[in-house]
């Protein structure tokens, strides 16, 4: 093994994320995403579909699982969770159709929230 090759799996070995750490992640990424699209803002672009598109994908797995009969988390909890997706659904609908950089506000702050909460900074 090269020795570049042995140094990066030395470095990702030691870097091993939970499922949580990884959500937490995967949301603050969605955030930054959305947080970029509102601070650059000149009106509707492929950037702005790119994080809304990221975004969509993200809460759809997290619905998906939300609504799995095998998923551990209590019944209240899951049903949160899809709500809070339904509630992401429909603003992301609403911000497609009409547009605008404060609308991003709600999608920014749920993910930044719950992975908050999701790495214990809640």
């Given amino acids: 093994m090269s020795s570049a090759a042995s140094q990066t799996y ?3 070995s030691q870097t091993t994320a939970t499922p949580r ?6 949301l603050l990424k969605a955030a ?17 579909n790119s994080a809304i598109l990221f975004n969509r994908k993200l809460w759809s797995i997290f619905m998906n699982d939300a609504v799995n009969d095998e998923n551990p ?14 509630f992401v659904m429909k603003q992301t609908v609403e911000i497609q159709a009409n547009p605008a950089p404060e609308k991003l506000k709600s999608l920014i702050d749920i993910n930044c ?5 999701l790495s214990g900074r809640a």
Avoid: K
């Fill in 113 to 117: 929230n719950l992975a908050a909460g």
């Fill in 32 to 48: 930054r995403q959305l947080q970029d699209v509102v601070e650059n803002w000149s009106g509707p672009s492929s950037h702005l």
């Fill in 10 to 12: 030395a470095r990702n």
């Fill in 21 to 26: 750490e990884i959500e937490a992640q995967a």
């Fill in 73 to 86: 988390l209590a019944a209240d909890i899951r049903q949160n969770i899809a709500n809070i997706g339904i």
